[in-house]
């Protein structure tokens, strides 16, 4: 992966520097003043309500305040943030780095002239984009991109059907009149009719496309009109991962054989499955991994087919894992055809091969095609998680949380079970969802915010600064919560 030129010249940190906060300023530990939410979250929610719905907000954020891993809310209240905006931050809150950015009066006119990247670019724009691709790139030479995750989602399903029909039409045939005047009325053989195989429990996102390869809560979805698309079932394992090998290599099988037969019957259908979408490690559905053999076989059933693998790395992309790119831990064959992000790279793209490329102008088009505000953020935080050695860090910590869970999750096996993920990646279940809303709220009464996924199971979802002394206090934390439970 281009990633390892960034960790080869890295910062090797000592232990001191390890044990020290690498952001400056941090409080040492959370400090809850108030109820929760306090008077002034609640103040502030009755003005925001008068305008729009606001089930969602918990509290309001002092962001001059927020600091490293700590989020300060609008009451004074200070939490150790394990949860990071649902796995937005990447180096932390108010970095000293990312502070001096704007600064620089060019990249301060970089971001107020907001400029309709795909059609007037800024002369600095080509070398940035060159800049990201040498850096990330996940073996992948091109790179679109987009203002969030679930956009880049729906527009690399463009990138996929277009590339599907050309490779059906012929390379240098073009388009009949017939499609022409068909396609603008949503009919085929202009509009096609074409697929994505997605998986249960999935989320990729809530525009009309990508919420057709969502699969997790009803509340997405509910009331809104979708595509029949195939859906098939995500292997589902059953944990500690080493004593039940065979029932999960078996859950493996049962899975993969679903995903070719759907193929198979959409084909004949005259539905044909122009791509498959899934993510590394299923976030929002439960923390759902599977292993390097299931995607490994997923890649060659896709390439089989004429099918392409779109890897949704929107959660799992940035490090947090304790690799860059969360798939490098699956060793494929060939890198995937689109590779999706967003989230701690702070905007949202895809990396794609050059068969995916339109050969025509503005067919995957919007008014921003990204931000360059966002660009020069995220370009600062490659150098940081270089300089910091941050992947590292993530590995190190991981290690610490997860082998302290899997001791949590024997002490308190009436609660808790089914410790799961790679670095600091990690989610484990509560015995119902009683269990798990409990845990969720007392951790938050203690400072210490996480988050649910799928049915039953909590998250973590730490900034790439979260370091062992934070570990500690999480764990004593939830300890804590656990024994009073």
Excluded at 456 to 464: C, E, I, K, N, T
Aim: some cysteine.
């Amino acid at each position: 992966m281009m990633w390892s030129r960034i960790i080869k010249n890295s910062i090797t940190l000592g232990q001191t520097r390890i044990a020290s906060s690498l952001v400056p300023g941090e409080p040492e530990c959370p400090d809850i003043k108030t109820d929760l939410p306090g008077p002034e979250s609640k103040k502030l929610r009755k003005e925001l309500g008068a305008m729009q719905e606001t089930g969602s907000v918990e509290v309001f954020g002092d962001y001059d305040k927020s600091i490293g891993n700590y989020f300060v809310d609008a009451d004074g209240n200070i939490f150790l943030d394990a949860f990071c905006q649902i796995s937005c931050v990447s180096v932390g809150y108010n970095h000293p780095e990312l502070l001096k950015v704007f600064n620089d009066e060019h990249n301060m006119k970089c971001m107020i002239n907001r400029p309709a990247l795909a059609v007037f670019p800024g002369i600095t724009w080509p070398k940035r984009i060159q800049n990201l691709l040498s850096q990330i790139s996940p073996c992948l030479p091109n790179m679109t991109l987009m203002m969030c995750g679930t956009c880049s989602n729906e527009n690399a399903f463009k990138n996929i059907f277009i590339a599907y029909q050309r490779k059906k039409r012929g390379e240098n045939v073009d388009f009949s009149e017939e499609e022409k005047k068909t396609c603008v009325l949503n009919k085929p053989p202009g509009s096609p009719n074409l697929s994505i195989l997605s998986f249960l429990n999935a989320f990729h996102g809530r525009t009309m496309a990508s919420l057709a390869t969502t699969h997790s809560k009803y509340i997405q979805k509910i009331d809104l009109p979708s595509l029949n698309w195939p859906i098939a079932h995500f292997p589902m394992y059953k944990y500690p991962l080493e004593e039940n090998k065979r029932e999960n290599d078996e859950e493996d099988q049962k899975c993969l054989a679903e995903v070719e037969d759907l193929i198979e019957q959409y084909d004949k259908c005259g539905v044909p499955v122009a791509g498959i979408i899934v993510e590394p490690i299923q976030s929002e559905g439960g923390n759902n991994e599977a292993s390097p053999h299931f995607f490994q076989e997923l890649q060659k059933t896709a390439k089989r087919h004429g099918a392409y693998l779109l890897l949704d790395e929107v959660q799992t992309g940035g490090g947090g894992t304790g690799r860059f790119w969360c798939h490098e831990y699956f060793d494929l064959e060939t890198p995937p055809d689109l590779v999706t992000f967003s989230k701690k790279m702070q905007l949202g793209g895809y990396f794609h091969t050059l068969e995916l490329t339109p050969k025509l102008p503005s067919r995957v088009f919007n008014t921003w095609m990204g931000d360059p505000g966002k660009v020069i953020l995220l370009e600062n935080i490659i150098r940081i998680i270089g300089e910091q050695n941050l992947l590292e860090v993530v590995q190190n910590t991981g290690k610490k949380l997860k082998c302290n869970l899997h001791d949590f999750e024997k002490e308190f096996c009436h609660l808790i079970d089914s410790v799961r993920g790679p670095g600091t990646f990690l989610a484990f279940n509560a015995k119902s969802v009683k269990i798990r809303d409990q845990i969720i709220r007392n951790m938050k009464c203690k400072g210490v915010m996480c988050g649910g996924c799928g049915i039953q199971g909590v998250r973590l979802r730490p900034a790439l600064i979260f370091q062992e002394h934070h570990a500690d206090i999480f764990l004593a934390k939830l300890r804590e919560v656990l024994m009073e439970l």
